[in-house]
C-alpha cells in the first residue's frame, strides 16, 4: 500500500487549489496516506511581461514539473488539462482526468447585465487568449482586444485599476477560487468554443507506476476522459498549441460523442468551424477526423498565417 506522496504543482492560487483537491479526494479514499505538495516554478511563471504567444507553447506550464517527475523528485503532477502538450514525455502518462464540470468562458464587465453583443462599440476586452481574441473580433470586429497576463486573482486586480470594459477568463478557476461574483455572462458555447482540455484537471504519473495509477482511478472519470481524449486528438493533428486560435468542445451523450471546434486567424476574419458525431469509442478518431476536415477546408492556410506573425 503506497503511504506517501508528493505533487508536483505551479504555485498560483488556482493550480493549488487543483493540488490540494487531488490531495484531498486521495484522503477520503485513503485516510492515513501523507501528502505533501511541492511547488515548482515553471517558464511560463518566470516569463511574466511577454505575451504567451510570443514565447512559444511547448511546456511553458509543465516542463519543470515533469522533469521533477522524471527524475523522480515527486510522484505525481498536478496540472490544468489544457496545459499539457498533446503529446506527453517519454516515460510519463495521465493516471488520472477528473470530471470536468464547466468549461465555457466567463465575461467580466464594468456593469452587471452586459454581455458579449451588448458591449459598447469599439468596447475594450482584456485576454491572453488568442482562441478568445479570434473568437471575439469574428463576433464583434469592432472591439479592441489587449493583452492580459497573469494568475486569476491578479488579472481582477488590474481590471479594477484600468478603464478596460471587459476581460474573458475560464468559468472552471473563478468557481474554484470563489469569484463567480465578477461574472456578468457566461458565454455561450455558440459565440466562444473553449479551449481544448478546459475545465479538466490532470495528473500526469510515471509511466509503469501500476499501484498508484490504481489509486487513482478512483478519482478518475471517463466521459471527461473521452472528451477531452477526442479534444486533444484533433488538436495533434493540427499541429496546433495552445497559442493557436483552435477552439474545441465535446460533449458525450449515452454511447455518443459530439465534437464541436473552430480555428481561426488572430484577426478573426479567416474562420472554420465544424461538427461532428460518432461512438465515445472511437473518441480519438473522431478528433483526428474532424482535424482532417478542418485542414481539407483550409485550416493549413490559417494556420500557416498565425505561425507568420
Wanted: charged share 30%.
Amino acid at each position: 500500500m503506497i503511504e506517501k506522496l508528493t505533487i508536483g504543482s505551479r504555485g498560483s492560487d488556482l493550480a493549488l487549489w487543483q493540488a490540494n483537491f487531488i490531495k484531498y479526494q486521495l484522503n477520503k479514499l485513503q485516510k492515513e496516506l501523507k501528502i505533501e505538495i511541492k511547488i515548482i516554478k515553471t517558464t511560463g511563471d518566470k516569463i511574466i511581461d511577454s505575451a504567451l504567444s510570443e514565447i512559444g507553447d511547448k511546456g511553458l506550464f509543465t516542463k519543470e514539473i515533469e522533469k521533477e517527475l522524471l527524475d523522480k523528485e515527486i510522484d505525481m503532477a498536478v496540472h490544468s488539462l489544457k496545459d499539457l502538450q498533446t503529446i506527453l514525455p517519454e516515460g510519463i502518462e495521465l493516471g488520472a482526468v477528473t470530471r470536468r464540470q464547466s468549461n465555457e468562458d466567463a465575461l467580466i464587465a464594468k456593469r452587471r447585465g452586459i454581455t458579449i453583443r451588448s458591449l459598447r462599440k469599439r468596447a475594450v476586452v482584456a485576454t491572453g487568449s488568442l482562441r478568445r481574441k479570434s473568437q471575439l473580433l469574428h463576433l464583434r470586429p469592432d472591439l479592441k482586444i489587449i493583452d492580459l497576463r497573469g494568475n486569476v486573482p491578479t488579472r481582477i486586480q488590474k481590471f479594477k485599476r484600468h478603464d478596460w470594459d471587459a476581460m474573458i477568463l475560464a468559468k472552471a478557476g473563478l468557481e474554484r477560487l470563489d469569484l463567480t461574483k465578477f461574472i456578468t455572462q457566461v458565454i455561450p458555447k455558440n459565440e466562444l468554443l473553449p479551449a481544448v482540455g478546459q475545465g479538466a484537471i490532470a495528473v500526469e504519473i510515471q509511466s509503469g507506476n501500476e499501484e498508484l495509477k490504481e489509486l487513482l482511478k478512483n478519482i478518475h472519470h471517463e466521459d471527461t476522459f473521452l472528451e477531452t481524449q477526442a479534444e486533444r486528438a484533433l488538436l495533434r493533428t493540427l499541429e496546433g498549441g495552445c497559442q493557436v486560435p483552435i477552439g474545441a468542445n465535446a460533449e458525450v451523450k449515452d454511447d455518443k460523442l459530439v465534437l464541436d471546434s473552430f480555428i481561426g486567424s488572430v484577426d478573426g476574419i479567416l474562420f472554420l468551424r465544424k461538427k461532428i458525431e460518432g461512438s465515445k469509442s472511437e473518441a480519438e478518431k473522431l478528433g483526428e477526423d474532424l482535424a482532417n476536415e478542418l485542414l481539407n477546408a483550409g485550416a493549413g492556410r490559417i494556420l500557416e498565417g498565425v505561425r507568420g506573425i
